[in-house]
């Protein structure tokens, strides 16, 4: 007798039921609300006014129009999406970056320095595509230069993951400028777009020192005894393979540099643009749409090559639109029914506490568990957001820490089995989830423990 494996269901999947369970909910559950008042140019919950009001419960219609109508709803968040989706896949074709990390991983060879940089500085490296232009499947297809490096270097298979793998992700969950969780969460909260930069820079140069320190700790212990690795079998017959898979390259060229220093500069626009003059989805869209045309011409590419890049990108996200869309519609359904404040009462007691650090701990768990079946960002983000960020201002936490505990929630992402990337990833090395897994735990604990010490600043100093 044969069993099958369990197997989480589809994004999408998980998405509707939920839209339905939402549906059904708007027949059991009573309608609410709470009264609001402005402050600040921001319309705020009076926490203790809530009362309760007629439902309105939606049927089967409904249930099939929220997706069309969560998609226009979100269209500006959308349209961002894409568009920043197709400026960055140009930037991709451009071919800049990959010569870079190549360029770097090449002179290893004849720099005793850059050989003991190579960690704190690939990690960085990764951390700032991943917290800049949330790099996350980009990372994938640079492991099959840094395990081969890595095992050259003589460290191992985990090490040679863990530099694109972990970089990528730590910078991606503690984010100060990703248009795909820090933008879109702020933008659902109503929080100034990319707002609050400055405390999140911090946050991420301790995640990203914190990871390239733990890093360097194991390379160093596997190197100096490598059958402490956990895939020091593997290793063996890996070291017979290629040792670097750089192929033909040369070096970078003058046409890759000022592409890349074009992508820096249009990043320094963007954070001028947000601090100095209020620049929201709108402005910043129009920003990476010039930047994808420019570095399309100056990376050498024709019209034809940039319109295919623009379209490959906007692909690429088409899935994450439609999550978005349909986390959106679940808000929709619930809106509708008048049942969100009552959802929001009903949630208040299992979050608030007697002190704002603790509440803030409460969403950081609750978005923990939450990213273990949707771990995409943007649509954790859709789907969380419209009720954390109210809540927040119910147990007395500002939004920009609620959308924190949404990022810290990500810490996960590298960990856990119903993540495509963190299994693709693992494929293409060919190291086993469990082994993973167990080495991860350490660095689990070790971000869980930075997550809730990080969360703890923005309470006392009422981050706003």
């Known amino acids: 007798?044969?069993?099958?494996?369990?197997?989480?269901?589809?994004?999408?999947?998980?998405?509707?039921?939920?839209?339905?369970?939402?549906?059904?909910?708007?027949?059991?559950?009573?309608?609410?609300?709470?009264?609001?008042?402005?402050?600040?140019?921001?319309?705020?919950?009076?926490?203790?006014?809530?009362?309760?009001?007629?439902?309105?419960?939606?049927?089967?219609?409904?249930?099939?129009?929220?997706?069309?109508?969560?998609?226009?709803?979100?269209?500006?968040?959308?349209?961002?999406?894409?568009?920043?989706?197709?400026?960055?896949?140009?930037?991709?074709?451009?071919?800049a970056v990959d010569s870079m990390i190549k360029s770097l991983a090449r002179a290893h060879d004849s720099s005793v320095i850059i050989q003991r940089a190579l960690i704190p500085v690939f990690v960085t490296m990764f951390s700032i595509g991943g917290a800049t232009f949330g790099m996350n499947e980009e990372a994938i297809p640079f492991i099959l230069i840094f395990v081969p490096l890595a095992l050259a270097l003589g460290y191992d298979t985990i090490t040679g993951v863990s530099i694109p793998f972990l970089g990528s992700q730590v910078g991606f969950s503690a984010a100060f400028l990703n248009p795909f969780n820090v933008g879109i969460a702020q933008g659902i909260a109503g929080v100034p777009v990319f707002s609050g930069w400055a405390y999140r820079v911090i946050v991420w140069v301790i995640a990203t020192a914190v990871t390239i320190v733990f890093l360097m700790w194991y390379a160093a212990r596997v190197k100096k005894t490598p059958e402490l690795s956990p895939t020091y079998a593997l290793d063996q017959d890996k070291r017979r393979e290629q040792p670097h898979g750089l192929g033909e390259f040369h070096g970078m060229t003058g046409r890759h540099k000022l592409v890349l220093a074009i992508f820096v500069g249009a990043l320094v626009v963007m954070v001028g643009g947000v601090v100095g003059y209020d620049w929201y989805i709108h402005e910043i869209a129009a920003l990476f749409l010039t930047m994808g045309i420019v570095i399309g011409l100056v990376g050498g590419l024709d019209s034809g090559e940039i319109v295919e890049g623009f379209i490959q990108g906007a692909r690429d996200l088409v899935g994450t639109a439609l999550v978005i869309a349909l986390a959106r519609g679940t808000m929709i359904l619930a809106?509708?029914?008048?049942?969100?404040?009552?959802?929001?009462?009903?949630?208040?007691?299992?979050?608030?506490?007697?002190?704002?650090?603790?509440?803030?701990?409460?969403?950081?768990?609750?978005?923990?568990?939450?990213?273990?079946?949707?771990?995409?960002?943007?649509?954790?983000?859709?789907?969380?957001?419209?009720?954390m960020a109210p809540l927040a201002d119910l147990v007395g936490v500002t939004r920009q820490t609620a959308i924190l505990a949404f990022q810290f929630g990500e810490f996960t992402t590298p960990m856990i089995p119903t993540s495509g990337?963190?299994?693709?990833?693992?494929?293409?090395?060919?190291?086993?989830?469990?082994?993973?897994?167990?080495?991860?735990?350490?660095?689990?604990?070790?971000?869980?423990?930075?997550?809730?010490?990080?969360?703890?600043?923005?309470?006392?100093?009422n981050w706003q």
């Open 1 to 95: 007798m044969t069993t099958k494996k369990f197997k989480l269901p589809h994004t999408f999947v998980l998405l509707f039921i939920i839209l339905a369970l939402i549906a059904g909910a708007t027949w059991l559950v009573p309608g609410g609300k709470y009264d609001t008042h402005l402050v600040n140019g921001k319309q705020l919950i009076d926490p203790a006014s809530f009362h309760y009001i007629a439902s309105a419960p939606q049927g089967l219609a409904a249930l099939m129009k929220a997706p069309i109508n969560g998609f226009v709803d979100a269209a500006l968040i959308i349209g961002f999406v894409l568009i920043v989706g197709g400026a960055f896949a140009v930037l991709q074709k451009t071919e």
């Open 335 to 387: 809106r509708d029914a008048h049942i969100i404040d009552t959802m929001l009462h009903a949630l208040m007691p299992l979050v608030q506490s007697s002190s704002p650090i603790f509440s803030a701990w409460k969403m950081f768990g609750i978005q923990t568990v939450i990213n273990f079946f949707i771990h995409s960002g943007s649509g954790q983000a859709a789907l969380t957001m419209p009720i």
């Open 421 to 461: 990337i963190t299994v693709g990833v693992l494929a293409l090395a060919r190291i086993p989830w469990i082994t993973w897994a167990k080495w991860m735990v350490p660095l689990q604990l070790i971000y869980a423990v930075l997550a809730l010490a990080l969360l703890v600043p923005p309470c006392l100093m």
